[in-house]
């Protein structure tokens, strides 16, 4: 059986994010089929690799061959400014070593020796890569980040936020207009694989081409633990930044018109609002009721789930984020806002979802479903029970089958 050559930028069985995607993907493949994978980085910084190495050094990943590419002199004095003067130079630094990757395997590998090549991650759809140009049979995805920030939200970003977030807009109208150097591997691709079914339809629309709906994040395991408390126990899990909108939650816990005791909040995570957050906390005497734990390692994180009735999500620019499948893998229910992949996920009844309004009307909403929960739990046991439901449907077993059916279909065209 022909390998299939596999492209993540990042990989990594020690972190999460687009680490973890990537890892996770290809462990699924090898099952299937022998694997080799090209990436670039295990941890941090571009070209840095200790941590998949020592990981390889003490285990062996059967089917599966890992190759790290190095980033080549331009590719590292881009990464370089990307550190030291502005973090806009990521994008060339990416593009650059995304070419060091496909030297690579022009100069090693023979296309005849692959069933098909498959570009994991990154998982923007602004960096499709350059193996495409290696072989006829491409598989882009699952890619995302195609949608654009509410306008009303912006008031709560902090300026750095704000800025970021335009040129990030503003991108998306340039390419989604059919702009840019996306039409080429969007058009060359056998199946281009899309996160969420918004970014499906808004790929399709924008390059005229069918797409596949497969999530980049699904659960690894599935704990039916369940914690029984006088209080209703919230979790935030996250970066302590305006982009996950953490103010949201606590402006909703504010205006509660419930005793203190009746709810707990752990907040988990570092960020540059946290000292602020918690002098917001402070000043509406809501610090009694929450734990702050700060950032704290993957299992411990899991442990505060297991411990929780309801996770809260408030981040206004996450397609499927892991927190939210770490939720479901402790069979923690979730409140989100009504964008993105929170919409595919809880709307059969795993969650509540928050209607995208005003910034005022969102603190509402969030407020209205915490007072129903703290009123009724039985509302977190029917959701819980959704989710005992659907776990099969949210596993990486369940993403790697539907998968593997892509992949055969692209080898038999």
Same mark, same amino acid.
């Given at each position: 059986?022909?390998?299939?050559?596999?492209?993540?930028?990042?990989?990594?069985?020690?972190?999460?994010?687009?680490?973890?995607?990537?890892?996770?993907?290809?462990?699924?493949?090898?099952?299937?089929?022998?694997? %080799?994978?090209?990436?670039?980085?295990?941890?941090?910084?571009?070209?840095?690799?200790?941590? *998949?190495?020592?990981?390889?050094?003490?285990?062996?990943?059967?089917?599966?061959?890992?190759?790290?590419?190095?980033?080549?002199?331009?590719?590292?004095?881009?990464?370089?400014?990307?550190?030291?003067?502005?973090?806009?130079?990521?994008?060339?630094?990416?593009?650059?070593?995304? %070419?060091?990757?496909?030297?690579?395997?022009?100069?090693?590998?023979?296309?005849?020796?692959?069933?098909?090549?498959?570009?994991?991650?990154?998982?923007?759809?602004?960096?499709?890569?350059?193996?495409?140009?290696?072989?006829?049979?491409?598989?882009?995805?699952?890619?995302?980040?195609?949608?654009?920030?509410?306008?009303?939200?912006?008031?709560?970003?902090?300026?750095?936020?704000?800025?970021?977030?335009?040129?990030?807009?503003?991108?998306?109208?340039?390419?989604?207009?059919?702009?840019?150097?996306?039409?080429?591997?969007?058009?060359?691709?056998?199946?281009?694989?899309?996160?969420?079914?918004?970014?499906?339809?808004?790929?399709?629309?924008?390059?005229?081409? @069918?797409?596949?709906?497969?999530?980049?994040?699904?659960?690894?395991?599935?704990?039916?633990?369940?914690?029984?408390?006088?209080?209703?126990?919230?979790?935030?899990?996250?970066?302590?930044?305006?982009?996950?909108?953490?103010?949201?939650?606590?402006?909703?816990?504010?205006?509660?018109?419930?005793?203190?005791?009746?709810?707990?909040?752990?907040?988990?995570?570092?960020?540059?609002?946290?000292?602020?957050?918690?002098?917001?906390?402070?000043?509406?005497? *809501?610090?009694?009721?929450?734990?702050?734990?700060?950032?704290?390692?993957?299992? %411990?994180?899991?442990?505060?789930?297991?411990?929780?009735?309801?996770?809260?999500?408030?981040?206004?620019?996450?397609?499927?984020?892991?927190?939210?499948?770490?939720?479901?893998?402790?069979?923690?229910?979730?409140?989100?806002?009504? @964008?993105?992949?929170?919409?595919?996920?809880?709307?059969?009844?795993?969650?509540?979802?928050?209607?995208?309004?005003?910034?005022?009307?969102?603190?509402?909403?969030?407020?209205?479903?915490?007072?129903?929960?703290?009123?009724?739990?039985?509302?977190?046991?029917?959701?819980?029970?959704?989710?005992?439901?659907?776990?099969?449907?949210?596993?990486?077993?369940?993403?790697?089958?539907?998968?593997?059916?892509?992949?055969?279909?692209?080898?038999?065209?």
């Amino acid at each position: 059986m022909k390998s299939i050559l596999i492209g993540a930028y990042a990989l990594s069985p020690k972190h999460g994010s687009e680490y973890g995607i990537g890892w996770n993907f290809v462990l699924g493949v090898s099952k299937y089929f022998p694997v %080799k994978v090209i990436y670039g980085t295990s941890e941090g910084k571009m070209g840095s690799n200790a941590t *998949l190495t020592h990981y390889l050094l003490e285990n062996s990943i059967p089917n599966v061959e890992v190759i790290f590419c190095k980033a080549g002199i331009l590719t590292q004095a881009f990464d370089w400014l990307n550190h030291n003067v502005a973090n806009l130079f990521f994008i060339f630094a990416l593009k650059s070593w995304h %070419k060091d990757a496909l030297k690579l395997v022009q100069r090693n590998f023979n296309p005849d020796d692959f069933e098909l090549v498959h570009q994991i991650t990154p998982t923007g759809y602004r960096s499709p890569g350059q193996l495409w140009k290696f072989h006829k049979k491409f598989v882009l995805g699952p890619i995302g980040g195609t949608s654009s920030l509410p306008v009303q939200f912006y008031k709560i970003l902090a300026l750095k936020s704000k800025l970021s977030n335009l040129m990030r807009d503003l991108s998306n109208t340039y390419y989604l207009n059919g702009y840019g150097e996306l039409n080429k591997p969007f058009h060359y691709a056998k199946a281009v694989i899309c996160a969420t079914s918004a970014d499906r339809n808004r790929i399709e629309s924008s390059f005229r081409i @069918k797409c596949y709906h497969i999530r980049e994040n699904h659960t690894r395991f599935f704990s039916t633990s369940v914690f029984t408390d006088s209080a209703l126990r919230l979790v935030w899990v996250g970066s302590i930044d305006s982009r996950k909108a953490l103010i949201i939650l606590l402006r909703a816990l504010k205006q509660l018109d419930v005793p203190l005791n009746s709810w707990k909040l752990d907040i988990v995570g570092e960020g540059p609002e946290k000292k602020t957050l918690q002098e917001f906390a402070i000043k509406e005497s *809501l610090s009694d009721q929450i734990v702050w734990h700060g950032a704290v390692p993957r299992d %411990k994180v899991a442990t505060i789930f297991q411990n929780s009735d309801v996770h809260v999500l408030s981040s206004l620019m996450d397609s499927n984020p892991t927190v939210l499948l770490e939720a479901f893998e402790n069979c923690v229910p979730t409140i989100a806002i009504n @964008k993105y992949g929170a919409n595919d996920l809880l709307s059969n009844g795993c969650g509540w979802l928050v209607d995208v309004s005003s910034v005022d009307n969102v603190v509402n909403q969030f407020s209205e479903i915490i007072r129903m929960l703290i009123d009724d739990r039985n509302y977190v046991q029917v959701a819980k029970q959704k989710i005992l439901e659907n776990h099969k449907d949210l596993s990486w077993d369940k993403a790697i089958e539907d998968l593997v059916k892509i992949y055969k279909t692209v080898i038999n065209e």
